[in-house]
């Protein structure tokens, strides 16, 4: 069966040509984050769905990426390709051994395996549920960029460090951590996600200005690693965002996508969001 806004999936270097968009010289993304939502059943339907609802120009002006639950992920990956889609499939996280006596853990050549294309790497909710440190989330950067994949790593100061004024030492330092011995060649791929914790899931989303503000931050302390190549990397905003924000959001000069829970689960509210410049 095919959907509307179908055309052969392009291969890496057509994507790589059709990189740069956008006058910063950085192509959109954005990117679901289902968090725990969404068994594979639903997970067909919603990618059938969102599919007819997206033409195919959504994808010359940016990624869309789904980070559905592990056991989404074959489903995903088959419908994708059967059907030639342009959508980017992305895990929510992954371990940084490659395998052993790690019960419940997921490896990050175990998801590029199933042509997974990025893994989110030191969501705020890993990081206060299940104790990520900043050294584990540098371990897993690694991990995932060892098997060609793309970690988006998420940075982000609760509301404490906000109203202390520590937000952008907060942010400085999970960059520089993640990014510890990760090479300039490697970073260029990376995509890092701002995503204020007291902004996630509360309706409150920071302002356009504060956003792109910190993530200018977070470019700065990327820019002491790496130069340049700073430039070349993409940071999102996530936190509440909304189709009747996203397109605000974007208008930011730093800013160069979303990484969306809430408003992703429903696919004619995510197609919405997608569409913001049409
Ligand atoms: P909400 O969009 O539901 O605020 O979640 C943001 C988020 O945590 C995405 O990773």
Redesign the pocket.
Known sequence: MRFGGLRPRRTPAQREESRVTESSGRRPIIAA?WKMHHDHHVAIQFVQKLSYLLEAEVFENGDVVICPPFTDLRSLQTLIEADNLELGLGAQNCYFEEQGAFTGEVSAPMLAKLNVDYVIVG?S?RRQIFGETDETVNKKVKAVLQHGMKPIV?VGETLEEREAGATAEKVSSQARAAFDGVKSAQAETCVV?Y?PIW????GKTATSADADETIGVIRGALRDLYGVTADAMRIQY????KPGNIAELMAMPEIDGA?????SLDPDEFAKLVKWSS
Do not use: D, K
């Not at 902004?199 to 509360?202: E, K, P, Q, S, V």
């Not at 996530?238 to 965002?241: A, E, L, W, Y």
């Open positions: 984050n969501h909710e998420c996600a995503e902004a996630i899931g509360t996530g936190g509440s965002v990484l969306v829970g809430g408003a």
